[in-house]
């Protein structure tokens, strides 16, 4: 990135709009008016803030003018982009106390094209107000919301890992919710009950409306170490429950990705060749070419559908579509393996039983010395002259 294209993250600017240009006939998406996406998880740690930021970066970089939407009390988003929150002229919490538009609260980020709201909580009589507001005023913050959509291409929302208010909220704004996993089997198992809990959130407000949203963007995995058997298990038994649900894109464990709040800035702007910069872009280029594709072919209504029923054996087998099961587990290097394996792919209800030791004594001699694999290699590409490694 040219350097004198990036503002000083420590001095936030409130962006009241992103540049005006001429009426748009379209956003990139090829739709009037930005597409609003929550990122949402029961599960804390899965890597929602993380893949927000980047996954904007990257759209920003592509082109869309973007927003992200910080609705955590803890402001995760403001300090990954370099910007304390005690620090913040304007914030989302102005939204509610003096009733300020969405667009005028916006901060300009380190890149352009890309901007960010976040709450500025500083006391817990504070996170009550704005919690109380996220509440009561769910459809005010939706409505200011819809009405970015004539500014920003796409608007990103970054979620609580939890399913209250600011949860329920984001997703009365949002067109479809995009859900990352952490290769773990605790992540994986609170999949069901949120695929119920949306489904639910649908019907109620709602009612039976085939076309309601929020839609299942996809879901896709993140920290995944192809070394481990737990990332391969996880990896096929999501790609088994939810299909083609299931992107093709996956983001691995990297200490690059760790670094963000540290540097202040996306991954995608400090370390862009690594593993896990190079995964959210194949990730922005993934959305766009799925809900393109969908679109063209006049199944947008299809693809509104919750996933609350998964059908795995939609995508796989269309030509120009695979499903992100066989990717995935190409990508991982370890699709022979799992294929030999019937009990562990073929029928789920009897998994491989693993001992706790197994997987200790797994991850020992991946981490040891003496394996032959070095932390670089364990991270995916990152760079070994970091002093952070």
């Known amino acids: 990135m040219d350097e004198s294209r990036a503002q000083d993250p420590t001095t936030p600017q409130a962006a009241s709009h992103p540049r005006q240009d001429p009426p748009r006939n379209c956003t990139p998406w090829g739709t009037p008016g930005g597409r609003v996406i929550?990122?949402?998880?029961?599960k804390g740690g899965v890597g929602k803030t993380t893949s927000a930021v980047n996954l904007g970066a990257a759209l920003a970089l592509s082109g869309h003018t973007t927003l992200i939407i910080g609705t955590d009390p803890q402001c995760g988003v403001c300090r990954t982009l370099g910007v304390d929150q005690s620090d913040l002229s304007t914030s989302l919490s102005d939204v509610f106390a003096l009733n300020l538009p969405l667009t005028e609260v916006a901060q300009r980020s380190p890149l352009e094209n890309l901007f960010?709201?976040?709450?500025?909580?500083?006391?817990?009589?504070?996170?009550?107000?704005?919690?109380?507001?996220?509440?009561?005023?769910?459809?005010?913050?939706?409505?200011?919301?819809?009405r970015a959509r004539n500014l920003y291409d796409t608007i990103l929302i970054d979620c609580p890992?939890?399913?209250?208010?600011?949860?329920r909220a984001a997703l009365l704004a949002s067109d479809s919710f995009l859900v990352p996993v952490q290769a773990e089997e605790l992540c994986r198992g609170s999949l069901a009950p949120l695929m119920d809990f949306v489904a639910d959130f649908?019907?109620?407000?709602?009612?039976?409306?085939?076309?309601?949203?929020?839609?299942?963007?996809?879901?896709?995995?993140?920290?995944?170490?192809?070394?481990?058997?737990?990332?391969?298990?996880?990896?096929?038994?999501?790609?088994?429950?939810?299909?083609?649900?299931?992107?093709?894109?996956?983001?691995?464990?990297?200490?690059?990705?760790s670094e963000m709040a540290l540097k202040g800035k996306p991954a995608v702007i400090y370390a862009r060749k690594t593993a896990g910069s190079r995964a959210y872009f194949n990730l922005a280029d993934e959305l766009i070419a799925r809900f393109t594709?969908?679109?063209?072919?006049?199944?947008?209504?299809?693809?509104?559908?919750?996933?609350?029923?998964?059908?795995?054996?939609?995508a796989p087998g269309e030509p120009g579509f695979p499903g992100g099961l066989d990717r995935l587990l190409a990508d991982l290097g370890r699709t022979d393996d799992i294929k030999r394996q019937p009990a562990f792919v073929r029928e789920p209800e009897q998994p491989e039983m693993v001992s706790l030791d197994d997987l200790l004594a797994e991850e020992e001699h991946e981490a040891g010395p003496g394996n032959g694999r070095d932390e670089e290699e364990w991270a995916f590409g990152i760079d070994p002259d970091d002093p952070l490694n």
Do not use: W
Not at 117 to 138: G, V, W
Not at 161 to 167: C, F, I, Y
Not at 213 to 231: C, D, I, K
């Open 38 to 42: 929550s990122l949402v998880s029961r």
């Open 116 to 146: 960010f709201a976040s709450p500025r909580i500083t006391s817990l009589a504070e996170e009550d107000a704005f919690l109380t507001n996220m509440n009561q005023r769910a459809d005010d913050f939706a409505r200011e919301v819809d």
């Open 161 to 167: 890992p939890s399913l209250g208010a600011p949860t």
């Open 202 to 257: 649908r019907r109620r407000q709602y009612g039976a409306a085939e076309a309601a949203t929020p839609a299942l963007e996809g879901l896709f995995l993140t920290m995944v170490n192809s070394r481990t058997r737990m990332s391969r298990h996880v990896t096929a038994q999501v790609g088994q429950e939810y299909g083609s649900s299931l992107l093709e894109t996956s983001v691995p464990r990297t200490t690059r990705l």
């Open 293 to 314: 594709r969908i679109a063209d072919k006049g199944e947008v209504e299809a693809a509104a559908t919750c996933a609350g029923t998964p059908t795995p054996a939609d």
